[in-house]
C-alpha cells in the first residue's frame, strides 16, 4: 500500500464508516493474499479481529492490540535469549518490559479552529 494517506482515510472514517470498514477489510485481504504467509496472517487477522470485537470501544481495542503486540514481543526475547544463552552478558534487555506512564490532561470538548 505506497500511496497510504491517512487524512483520506480519517475521513472517510468519520463520514462512511460501513465504507471505511469494507475498504480497510478489501486492503486487509490484499496483502494477506499477496503473501508467501497466507495461512500465519489469516490466523493473525482472525485473532486481531476478534480482540477488536470484544473491545467495544476505539480506546479500548487500541489497548487489546497493543498489550497482544507486547505479548508477542516479550515471546519474541525470550526466543532469543534462548538462543544466545542466559549468560549473554551484550544486552540490558529484561524478560519484562517496564511500564511507566505520564498521564496527561485530555482535552473532552472539541473547539474547532477559526
Given at each position: 500500500m505506497d500511496n497510504f494517506d491517512f487524512d483520506t482515510w480519517a475521513m472517510l472514517a468519520r463520514t462512511a464508516p460501513d465504507d471505511f470498514e469494507q475498504r480497510r477489510r478489501a486492503v486487509i485481504e490484499s496483502q494477506i493474499s499477496s503473501s508467501d504467509n497466507v495461512?500465519?496472517?489469516?490466523?493473525?487477522?482472525?485473532?486481531?479481529?476478534i480482540e477488536i470485537r470484544r473491545a467495544h470501544t476505539p480506546l479500548k481495542s487500541c489497548l487489546r492490540l497493543s498489550t497482544l503486540m507486547w505479548d508477542a514481543f516479550i515471546d519474541l526475547n525470550?526466543?532469543?535469549?534462548?538462543?544466545?544463552?542466559?549468560?549473554?552478558?551484550?544486552?540490558?534487555?529484561?524478560?519484562?518490559?517496564?511500564?511507566?506512564?505520564?498521564?496527561?490532561?485530555?482535552?473532552?470538548?472539541?473547539?474547532?479552529?477559526?
Open positions: 495461512r500465519r496472517l489469516r490466523g493473525l487477522q482472525w485473532r486481531i479481529d525470550n526466543s532469543w535469549k534462548t538462543l544466545v544463552g542466559k549468560d549473554c552478558k551484550s544486552t540490558n534487555v529484561s524478560s519484562q518490559p517496564t511500564r511507566s506512564a505520564k498521564v496527561i490532561h485530555l482535552v473532552t470538548e472539541y473547539k474547532p479552529r477559526k
